[in-house]
């Protein structure tokens, strides 16, 4: 697998425990197989950054895939909820988080890999509006397919990171690939905003919906 880690640094190696705790997954070496999504998070306004590239050999790897048909939105958004630090906005979010740990919550702890979204700002605040019943269900995931996001993939274990391999780096300029990074999360929430005005659709699911029900993973209404 070839992988790419935009930063503000060159990453010749990467070092098993060195990552943020409060990020998406926890703990982690956070890449994409995407150039162009690793240049955009390489850049910050006004500063330059590096696109950092490897190889990493996933045989003997576990890797716990998100996105598969296995897994809901409510498994990612548990994980999330779980590692991001942010003030809940209401009581009832404070309630949906609880439940979604208890119920929904993937053991991914022993997983050598994690594939998922990345939350950028603009998602994260799409998330906080589903767990503050300000959107359904299908519009959160709806949400998350906008401004073309990609995916992460997170190197999580001590044998994963003894697999991956620094294979070569590039300058990436703030000037051309900080404004393409600004106009993707500014489409997202353009889009957004529009998905937001559409009226509610009959046996729309809303987090009080899977509260009052106990909705538990399998249950045919979040496939």
């Not at 990020?23 to 306004?45: H, I, L, Q």
């Not at 404070?94 to 997983?111: N, Q």
């Not at 979204?117 to 959107?135: E, H, Q, T, V, W």
């Not at 957004?192 to 249950?219: A, H, S, V, W």
């Amino acid at each position: 697998m070839v992988l790419y880690h935009g930063s503000q640094e060159i990453v010749r190696k990467p070092i098993y425990g060195g990552g943020k705790p409060h990020n998406d997954y926890g703990s982690g070496f956070y890449c994409t197989e995407s150039p162009d999504m690793g240049r955009e998070w390489a850049v910050r306004k006004d500063q330059d950054g590096f696109l950092n590239k490897y190889k990493l050999d996933t045989s003997g790897l576990s890797v716990l895939d998100l996105l598969s048909d296995e897994y809901t939105i409510l498994h990612w958004l548990t994980i999330l909820v779980e590692n991001r630090t942010f003030e809940m906005p209401s009581v009832l979010a404070d309630e949906a988080k609880e439940y979604l740990i208890a119920y929904f919550r993937p053991d991914y702890d022993d997983y050598d890999i994690i594939v998922g979204y990345r939350a950028d700002d603009s998602y994260f605040s799409f998330a906080r509006d589903f767990l503050n019943g300000a959107i359904s269900y299908r519009q959160l995931g709806s949400a998350m397919h906008l401004g073309k996001l990609g995916t992460q993939i997170v190197i999580k274990s001590e044998k994963s990171f003894e697999k991956i391999t620094f294979s070569g780096y590039e300058s990436v300029s703030s000037d051309e690939w900080y404004p393409l990074r600004e106009k993707r999360d500014n489409d997202a929430r353009e889009q957004y905003f529009d998905l937001e005005r559409n009226r509610r659709q009959p046996g729309d699911i809303y987090i009080t919906t899977i509260l009052d029900d106990q909705m538990k993973p399998g249950d045919e209404r979040l496939k």
